[in-house]
């Protein structure tokens, strides 16, 4: 079965240090990937997708994410960690071959907590 | 900007009442989706919708059901509330071109079904 997974329900890190949320995703050929976020309350947000070329995509907010297609990871990555980054963080991807319909598999969900 | 809107933040049913949940979006959107949100299952497809009038289950839809009357607008029913869809509800849209598209949320409705 096609599935998205975020292996680590929390992730902890300071502020100013760096951060990486995990993804992996198991489809048969190549997929759209994209990273959604998640403030209290509200509801998800766009942050980068990649579609195709170039492995390093980057997004709103200063994040960045790298397709490695070997590993079939899609990690999301921040350079210096701010405390309003605290969030929840979701993969997601649409396998090759499903409708045009924009249909997407989502991950379980990371909770980043960045502390002061 | 994108803005999706969904009618209620919070509401609260009793079981067996019949719910409706509405979803608008103001950018001519052809697909639409439901879900649901709940702590550990990530968010799960209830139903989508690519066109007017069109729709396809996802991956929950039983005890729930769609309409799309109108290009805009998207609206989820429970048609006897339960206990167990308790939870929160979030509505995206998104152009359509083969799933290259992001999509845009609404704020969600947290729904307590008592």
């Known amino acids: 079965a096609q599935s998205v997974a975020q292996p680590e329900d929390q992730v902890n890190v300071a502020e100013g240090n760096p951060l990486t949320v995990k993804c992996t995703y198991s489809v048969s050929g190549n997929p759209y990937l994209f990273w959604y976020v998640q403030y209290p309350n509200r509801g998800l947000q766009f942050l980068l997708k990649?579609?195709?070329?170039?492995?390093l995509v980057k997004g709103s907010y200063g994040f960045e994410a790298e397709f490695n297609k070997s590993q079939t990871s899609f990690h999301l990555k921040k350079p210096s960690a701010l405390v309003s980054d605290s969030a929840l963080y979701f993969c997601?991807?649409?396998?090759?071959?499903?409708?045009?319909?924009?249909?997407?598999?989502f991950g379980q969900g990371t909770t980043l907590q960045v502390k002061p | 900007d994108v803005k999706v809107t969904q009618s209620s933040r919070y509401l609260v049913k009793r079981t067996g009442e019949k719910v409706f949940l509405e979803c608008v979006q103001d950018?001519?959107?052809?697909?639409m989706f439901w879900y649901r949100q709940d702590p550990g299952l990530g968010l799960r497809l209830i139903y989508f919708s690519y066109d007017v009038k069109m729709k396809e289950k996802g991956d929950i839809p039983e005890g729930y059901s769609v309409s799309r009357e109108k290009k805009e607008r998207f609206s989820l029913i429970l048609e006897s509330a339960s206990t167990n869809q308790t939870s929160m509800y979030l509505c995206?849209?998104?152009?359509?071109?083969?799933?290259?598209?992001?999509?845009?949320f609404g704020p969600g409705t947290r729904l307590t079904v008592l």
């Open positions: 950018m001519d959107h052809e697909n």
């Open positions: 990649y579609i195709t070329g170039d492995n």
């Open positions: 997601a991807v649409k396998p090759p071959g499903w409708s045009n319909t924009g249909k997407l598999i």
């Open positions: 995206a849209s998104s152009l359509p071109s083969g799933g290259r598209n992001e999509q845009f």
